[in-house]
């Protein structure tokens, strides 16, 4: 779907660009005329997509591998994009990781620290290098939260955690920013189509089922699209310039109405 070159010529940082939420961000914002400067951990997924998306056009796109947990790391990426483009105008923070499904009991301290590093501390620290470079464009940061930061998760207490956190530190930043003319926003995601998706799937007794729980877990029944993800965050990127702190739900309706709730009334185990 052609973007209109909405963004054409600005600067847009993602994480965790190579696959899944992040991916479709890379090329909707390329597509809108976007300079991207994406990272992942796969060196090989992200040059691939690096190739075709510079092949695609109109924009550009410049892959940079990046551990998330390594400040060292997060600092190259924010300079090779100021390096390459002089400016940086939007920032979407996406990476991130979703544990085994298990109970607080079987979790470690160290577990969730891990977890937290990853979802919430790299987030952190791509703001505030990011920042300095967005100040001067009155740029914007987007932060992809979960709507199970708002409703929860069975077996998922840390992964829950992590990313009502995310939600929180936009707000926070939002209102420091401000005074900077940067907004800072975040979407939420329901059941999102992704690979990350499909592995959990893959690790229960019945995939096929748990397919189509997420699917029936929506009013819309099916799973949103990487696309739609990518689509709402250049809205927020190049449309909603007077939204700042603000969340957007990308749920297709799973938070609305009645369901199966009872965790008596189901197998205690089943967490699909």
């Keep these: 779907m052609a973007e209109g070159l909405r963004y054409k010529d600005k600067v847009t940082i993602v994480t965790g660009g190579s696959k899944g939420i992040g991916r479709g961000c890379v ?19 992200g040059r691939e997509l690096e190739t075709q998306m510079n092949a695609e ?19 190259n990426l924010i300079n090779t994009a100021v390096k390459k483009f002089g400016r940086i105008d939007c920032v979407i923070n ?21 977890l937290l590093n990853v979802n919430l501390v790299s987030y952190f620290l791509v703001a505030k290098y990011s920042l300095p470079y967005l100040r001067q464009t009155k740029g914007c940061i987007i932060q992809d939260s979960s709507l199970v930061a708002d409703i929860g998760q069975p077996g998922s207490c840390t992964y829950v955690a992590s990313k009502g956190g995310i939600t929180s530190l936009t707000k926070a930043l939002a209102i420091d920013e401000s005074i900077h003319g940067v907004r800072v926003n975040t979407f939420s ?18 995939p ?11 009013l819309l029944g099916r799973f949103g699209t990487i696309e739609e993800c990518g689509r709402a965050c250049l809205f ?37």
């Design 236 to 272: 927020l990127a190049a449309d909603a310039t007077f939204c700042t702190g603000i969340n957007i739900p990308l749920t297709g309706g799973a938070e609305l109405s009645y369901g199966m709730k009872n965790q008596l009334a189901k197998d205690s185990a089943d967490f699909v």
């Design 27 to 45: 090329e909707v914002f390329v597509r809108a005329g976007s300079n991207v400067v994406f990272c992942s951990r796969g060196e090989a997924e």
């Design 94 to 114: 996406n990476a991130g990781q979703h544990p085994p499904v298990m109970r607080i009991d079987d979790i470690s301290a160290d577990d969730f620290k891990s």
């Design 189 to 206: 995601p329901g059941n999102v189509w992704t690979p990350m998706w499909e592995d959990g799937a893959n690790k229960t007794p019945d």
């Design 57 to 75: 056009g109109p924009g550009s796109a410049v892959f940079v591998r990046c551990d998330m947990t390594s400040e060292d790391d997060i600092k």
């Design 208 to 218: 096929e089922k748990c397919r189509r729980n997420g699917e029936n877990a929506q």
